[in-house]
């Protein structure tokens, strides 16, 4: 008998380990039709975490200019030429529901300006019925809310929704469901010159920007679901007194030398933070903390 209950229990602890993390990729054309996504695979897989996530959505194509790493996932829900706003009161409910996301990344609102011609607080508004909705489906969901690629024309709506971006989300994010802020606007270094000759969609210097931007607070929630160690700082934008600011430089976290070559974290890998007991140099790239609980070599 006792053989049997510890039969079972092995069976479940097997059984929870197997689970992936479901993460949704949600937005537009930026989403669909560029390169980003396997670029942020990249960096799961450098992280040593592609084999633990599920991409999920309705969609799976992939761009023949893009590169398709090792095991890439290439589910995602991003629809070329829709609005945050149909999205909201047409779509998302149906999305999650069907999928029950651990974690949701989304870029939108770049067609609600251009197409619709819709104001900031129409576009605010959108983002949080999809937020209800992705709550609903599961209220332990984690969000991560992209600002918007500026267009080569410096749209004033576009710029005024991601002054207001921060704001929304420090509003509505809760400990169970925390919200983090991506920040892929020209404020934080995304030029025309990462643009296509379209001035909408991001180039290949583009896609590295918004995935170098977006990939350190996918990993970071990818090993919270995890290892349910609590939750990270709710926006990037207001960091607490005792935290790093994301825009520190890091190249060591210990007090004795470090090594260096083969001993150090790879590319894209984790390089540092609260708790992490891995190498903290870099074989490429330089360490730097988007936050005090995840550092990467960058």
């Known amino acids: 008998m006792r053989f049997f209950a510890s039969t079972i229990v092995a069976g479940l602890a097997a059984t929870a380990a197997g689970q992936k993390v479901k993460v949704m990729l949600l937005g537009d054309s930026i989403t669909e039709i560029s390169c980003w996504r396997p670029l942020v695979w990249t960096q799961l897989t450098s992280a040593g975490l592609a084999n633990n996530v599920d991409f999920v959505g309705s969609m799976s194509n992939l761009q023949g200019k893009c590169s398709r790493p090792a095991g890439f996932d290439p589910n995602h829900e991003g629809h070329s030429g829709w609005q945050a706003y149909d999205i909201a009161r047409n779509n998302i409910a149906g999305w999650v529901q069907s999928t029950k ?39 332990k969901v984690k969000v991560i809310i992209d600002k918007l690629i500026p267009t080569s024309w410096s749209d004033a709506t576009i710029e005024a929704v991601n002054n207001a971006i921060p704001g929304w989300a420090q509003q509505h994010t809760t400990s169970q469901s925390p919200i983090v802020v991506a920040d892929c606007s020209r404020a934080a270094g995304f030029t025309n010159n990462m643009l296509e000759g379209d001035g909408v969609h991001p180039n290949s210097q583009g896609d590295q920007f918004i995935a170098r931007q977006v990939g350190p607070k996918l990993i970071q929630f990818i090993n919270d679901v995890q290892g349910g160690s609590g939750n990270p700082t709710p926006t990037n934008a207001v960091p607490t007194p005792t935290s790093t600011p994301a825009t520190t430089l890091v190249t060591s976290t210990a007090s004795s030398p470090q090594p260096t070559g083969g001993n150090c974290a790879a590319l894209y890998g984790q390089c540092g933070g609260q708790s992490f007991n891995g190498p903290t140099c870099c074989s490429q790239g330089t360490c730097r903390a988007s936050n005090q609980w995840y550092s990467q070599c960058l």
């Open 101 to 139: 996301p651990d974690i949701v990344q989304f870029m939108l609102g770049t067609n609600d300006v251009n197409i619709g011609k819709r104001n900031v607080q129409s576009i605010l508004d959108s983002y949080t019925t999809m937020l209800n909705a992705m709550r609903a489906a599961n209220p």
